[in-house]
């Protein structure tokens, strides 16, 4: 079996004293591992284009039920991630969740375009952090299939007051006057952003604006959301928090 493919790599392991084994985030065929040897020689024309968040073409052949990488070429590197440790940490966070909603042998076209938008604006500076990775783990969350329950309140059926309750364990929300032990009490206008980042298109998806304060509170319920739904430690995002 071959295979030519586009795909981001989420992970990587060295394998003996040059060899690699490679995690791919691909539009076609979903989450791919792959051997690619002597990928770390100096020399090794393959070297840039397999290593962690390199996005390239791959060329892969199937020999004992195992994929080995053949060819690949870079497409882009995001290179400019390794300037900033908390950009990189968060990036490397972004790959972990990606990994844990993506599918294997499905397509992931929508998961893989969302991972390397992030990894672009996150290269760009051109949005904080919190809302870079609020928006991620949301609608990384909806395409694994944990879309939350936003419409109107999972109890009287009101579609919003002033103030409303996300349920990160249940993901439901609930108006001021059905209050849920538990959830998180968060003014309309964020359960407005998390409606809109779930539901929009997506190359909507980060055009919103909100308050820094709001900006950190919908921060914490996707954060919270997403470590209800992984139930596993998630190593990449306690660094990414231990640096802030």
Sequence with gaps: MRRTTKGLVIKEQTIGESDRLVTLLTADFGILRAFVHRAKQ?????NSATTLFAYSDFSLYMRKETFIVDDASPIEVFFSLRKDIDRLALAQY????????????QPEKELLRLTLNSLHLLCKGEKSLSQIKAVFEF????????????????????????????????????????PHSGALLLPKNVITAI???????PTKIFSFSLSNENLAL????????????????????????GLQ
């Design 139 to 178: 609608r990384a969350l909806c395409l694994g299939g944990y879309m939350p329950d936003i419409l109107a309140c999972g109890s009287c059926g009101t579609y919003e007051t002033e103030m409303m309750y996300f349920d990160t364990m249940e993901g439901r929300i609930y108006c001021e006057n059905c």
């Design 94 to 105: 972004l790959l972990q969740l990606a990994y844990e909603m993506g599918a294997e042998e």
């Design 218 to 241: 919908l921060s914490d319920a996707a954060e919270k959301y997403a470590v209800s739904r992984v139930q596993r430690r998630l190593s990449a995002l306690e660094f990414y928090k």
């Design 195 to 201: 409606r809109f980042i779930c539901l929009t298109e």
């Design 42 to 46: 100096i020399k090794s024309r393959m």
